[in-house]
């Protein structure tokens, strides 16, 4: 799996270095798949990206000149992105509620 085009923004502020971050990729890389097993899953690359995530903190946590956290920001970009789907099934249940109580009253008006 390549690694993630946000890869040099996390290692730059986490503090350390692109080819550490690389590193702690393919070792996160690798531990998902002992895990998940597919390498084409959303599982995947979620686990990847979370156990990375977590990895380059704890390397950062050992430099002297760290630079804030990234879990949060990683953890509100999954929540923005979860959004957009209950909007998606919020609306869709809306809209078959709707069609069934207009189904309904179809029947009983018959």
Known sequence: MKAPK???WI???AGIG???ALKLWRRAAGEAALIVGNHD???FFRLSVERFVSLVEEEAGRCPLTG???TWMW???ARMASLS???AEST???WRQNWENFVNTQKKAA
Do not use: F, G
């Open 41 to 43: 899953s959303s599982d």
């Open 18 to 20: 692109e080819d550490l």
């Open 92 to 94: 869709y249940r809306l």
């Open 11 to 13: 290692a730059k502020r």
């Open 6 to 8: 946000m890869l040099p």
């Open 75 to 77: 953890r509100h970009q």
């Open 85 to 87: 789907l209950i909007a």
């Open 68 to 70: 804030a956290t990234v």
